[in-house]
C-alpha cells in the first residue's frame, strides 16, 4: 500500500516507513520510529492493552517518596519528560507495556539504547523483549534488570542486528510495594540504517561499482560514478542519498553533448541467483531538469529473456531523491537487472540511481564468469579490473596481490 501521511506532501510505499532509512525529504517517514526524548510526544510508542497499567508521560518527581527520578535525562532538570510506572496502587506482578513500531530491517551493527531510572527499595523488573513476526511470532528477552539504583540515570544499550519484522517492548513489572517506580528516557537506535555492503547484489556506490558494468552493446554513452553536483545546470543532484552530503557517490548519465535525444546507456549487473520467494529490489532515482528522457530497469533471466520491470518519464521539479520499488517475486534460475538511462530532448536531463538494495530474497549469490575477477566478499568485477590501482571490489581484494608487499 501507499501511505502518504507525512507532513510534507508526498508519497512512499507504506512498507518504507520504519526501516532506519530516511524516503521523504523532509524525513517525515522515520520521525515516529521509536527513537524519543519524550519531550513533545510518545514518538510512536504505545501502550499495550494487554498489561494491567500503562506508563505515563511525566516530569519532575515521582508522586511517590523515595523512589522514581527527580529530573529527567535529557535535560537533568524538573522541566523534561521520561517515560515511568506509578507502582502505587498496583499488585505484585502486575505489568505494564510499552511497545516501539514495527521495524522493517535492521542491520548487522544495530543497537538500541536507553536511559533509565530504579531507585527505591521495592523494586520489580524491568525486562526488553523483542517480538519478530518475519517467520511466525517470536518473542526473545533481550535484557532484564531487577536491582535497585542509585539516584541517577542508568545508560543500557542491547544489539538489535539482522532483525526484520519486529519490534520492542518494555515491560515493567511491579514489586512489593510503592517505592518500586522505574523510568525511561532517551531511547536511540544506532547504526541501524540496512548495510547494504552485506548484500553482494545491493550497492550504495561509497567504495565501488560493485560489479555494476556498463553494457558492451554501447561504449559510447556511459553511467558515471559520481560525486557532488553534475556539471550540467538546473539537472542532475547535487548530493547523494547515502550520506547526503557532496561526499558521497551516485551513478548518473550526463546527458550534455555529444549525446543526442533518444541515446541510450545501460548499466548492468553481474549474474546472481536468488532463492526468496518475495524478492523487491529498492532503490532511489533523482530525475530533475526540463529534458528528462526516461529511466528502464529491466531483469534478464539466462534464456535471455528480458523483461521490463519500471520505465520512469517524470522529471521532479525539486533537486530531490525518489524512493522506487521493483517487485522480482520468485525467479528461477541466474538473473541479473540493468537501468537503461534514455537521454531526453535537451541537456537538461540527467537522471542518477543510488541505493540499490534488495530484500526478503533470501541468500543472494553472484555467478562470475570466466572474464571476471571474483573478491572475496564475494562479487564479481571485469578482470581487467584486477591490479589496477583501484578499489573495484568492496572487500578490495581485486588489489591485494598486485606487487606491492612488506
Known amino acids: ?12 510505499h507504506s512498507e518504507q516507513k520504519c526501516d532506519f532509512m530516511v524516503d521523504c525529504s523532509d524525513s517525515s517517514d522515520e520521525a515516529y520510529c521509536g527513537s524519543c ?15 494491567h497499567f500503562d506508563w505515563t508521560r511525566y516530569r ?22 521520561y517515560m515511568y510506572i506509578e507502582v502505587s496502587g498496583q499488585s505484585v506482578g502486575d505489568t505494564a507495556i510499552l511497545n516501539t513500531p514495527v521495524f522493517r530491517k535492521s542491520s548487522r551493527d544495530c543497537k538500541f539504547e536507553f536511559w533509565y531510572h530504579m531507585r527505591g ?51 515493567g ?61 538546473n539537472t542532475g543532484p547535487s548530493v547523494d542519498h547515502t550520506t547526503g552530503t557532496d561526499k558521497g557517490y551516485y551513478m548518473y548519465i550526463e546527458t550534455s553533448a555529444p549525446r543526442v535525444e533518444g541515446d541510450k546507456a545501460e548499466l548492468v549487473s553481474t549474474w546472481f541467483n536468488v ?57 528461477t534460475g541466474k538473473f541479473r537487472v540493468s537501468f537503461e538511462g534514455v537521454r531526453g530532448a535537451s541537456y537538461d536531463g540527467d537522471v542518477a540511481i543510488d541505493d540499490i538494495h534488495f530484500e526478503k530474497c533470501g541468500a543472494v549469490t553472484p555467478y562470475c564468469s570466466s572474464d571476471q575477477f571474483t573478491c572475496n566478499q564475494p562479487e564479481c568485477v571485469p578482470l581487467k579490473y584486477q591490479c589496477n590501482f583501484y578499489e573495484d571490489c568492496r572487500d578490495k581484494s581485486a588489489e591485494l596481490l598486485c606487487g606491492t608487499c612488506d
Open 1 to 12: 500500500g501507499i501511505n502518504a501521511e507525512y507532513g510534507n506532501p508526498q508519497c512512499v
Open 37 to 51: 526524548t519524550f519531550e513533545g510526544s510518545l514518538c510512536g510508542l504505545w501502550n499495550s492493552p494487554d498489561d
Open 60 to 81: 519532575g518527581q515521582t508522586p511517590s517518596a523515595n523512589t522514581g527520578p527527580g529530573t529527567d535525562h535529557t535535560y537533568g532538570n524538573s522541566t523534561g519528560h
Open 121 to 171: 527499595t521495592a523494586i520489580g523488573k524491568l525486562e526488553l523483549n523483542m517480538t519478530s513476526t518475519f517467520n511466525g511470532t517470536n518473542t526473545t528477552q533481550l535484557m532484564m534488570l531487577d536491582q535497585p539504583t542509585p539516584d541517577t540515570w542508568q545508560k543500557a544499550s542491547v544489539n538489535v542486528s539482522y532483525q526484520e519484522q519486529f519490534w520492542l517492548s518494555f515491560v
Open 173 to 233: 513489572i511491579v514489586g512489593n510495594n510503592f517505592q518500586g517506580d522505574i523510568a525511561i528516557d532517551d531511547l536511540k537506535f544506532v547504526d541501524c540504517r540496512v548495510d547494504i555492503g552485506d548484500d553482494p547484489a545491493s550497492c550504495d556506490f561509497e567504495t565501488s561499482k560493485c560489479g555494476y558494468v556498463d553494457s558492451t552493446d554501447n561504449t559510447s554513452f556511459t553511467w558515471t560514478r559520481h560525486q557532488g553536483p553534475t556539471s550540467s545546470f
Open 275 to 331: 532463492t526468496g520467494a518475495d524478492c523487491t529490489m529498492r532503490f532511489y532515482t533523482h530525475m530533475t531538469g526540463d529534458g528528462i528522457g526516461e529511466l528502464n530497469v529491466y531483469t534478464q533471466t539466462e534464456d535471455g529473456t528480458k523483461t521490463k520491470q519500471l520505465s520512469l518519464t517524470d522529471p521532479t521539479s525539486t533537486d530531490t531523491w525518489k524512493a522506487q520499488t521493483v517487485k522480482l517475486g520468485s525467479i
